[in-house]
């Protein structure tokens, strides 16, 4: 059974810095891997996929790599900003293609 | 434009109550799903429709009805519910379910609240 874990589950930084979310998954026969983020409250909102034969994947100040093999990725945000402050959340899909969640990691950008 | 719409928003509901809540998208996409969140939580699929069928129920008890009417609108009607059915509602759609690409991106919508009393 697939499962996902995000570290750190939470994390606390100031505006303007760079940092890294985690997200380890334990079967690696994955098809994709979706990051999402979270508001309190809210519906998800895709931030980017990386299909299973991709490295990576960027959309604006973020950057999205898998290793498939070694059953990981990160999410990497540039320069960031108190509107970044949010829930995110890793998910995989597999073999049945239905997605498996992590916990996810809140992040809080201090101004 | 890459929007879900879900009604209610918020739903208050008795344990004798028979209610709906609706999706809709109208992206042209085939894929639908349902899920439910508990608070603090991450998602949990409950069923999923593939050109209007019924490709995935994951052991969902019977109370919970989803109906797919038409390829943009998919409904959950519920009936007899437990106050430990009360959580967030999720429904979200893809371009395709199974393509093993970037068609599998799932849109979500806001979400329905929903409290059993």
């Known amino acids: 059974k697939q499962e996902v874990t995000q570290i750190p589950a939470a994390l606390s930084v100031p505006e303007g810095e760079n940092l890294v979310l985690n997200c380890s998954f334990t079967d690696s026969a994955i098809y994709n891997l979706q990051w999402f983020r979270q508001d309190p409250g809210k519906g998800l909102t895709s931030l980017l996929l990386?299909?299973?034969?991709?490295r990576e994947q960027t959309s604006g100040r973020l950057n999205a790599s898998l290793d498939k093999s070694s059953g990981r990725s990160t999410l990497y945000i540039a320069a960031s900003q108190p509107g970044d402050s949010a829930t995110y959340l890793c998910?995989?899909?597999?073999?049945?293609?239905?997605?498996?969640f992590g916990k996810g990691t809140l992040l809080t950008v201090n101004p | 434009d890459t929007e879900v719409t879900q009604t209610p928003k918020h739903l208050v509901m008795g344990m004798t109550n028979k209610k709906s809540l609706k999706c809709e998208q109208h992206m042209g996409h085939r894929a639908m799903y349902w899920y439910k969140q508990k608070a603090k939580k991450p998602p949990e699929l409950m069923f999923v429709?593939?050109?209007?069928?019924?490709?995935i129920n994951e052991s969902v008890p019977s109370r919970f009805s989803p109906e797919c009417p038409n390829s943009s609108l998919l409904n959950l009607h519920l009936h007899a519910l437990q106050p430990e059915d009360s959580a967030l509602y999720l429904c979200?759609?893809?371009?395709?379910?199974?393509?093993?690409?970037?068609?599998?991106?799932?849109?979500f919508g806001p979400g329905t609240r929903l409290l059993v009393l």
């Open positions: 979200a759609s893809s371009r395709e379910w199974v393509a093993g690409g970037q068609e599998e991106t799932q849109y």
């Open positions: 429709y593939s050109y209007e069928k019924l490709s």
């Open positions: 990386i299909q299973s034969s991709q």
């Open positions: 998910a995989v899909s597999g073999s049945n293609y239905k997605l498996t």
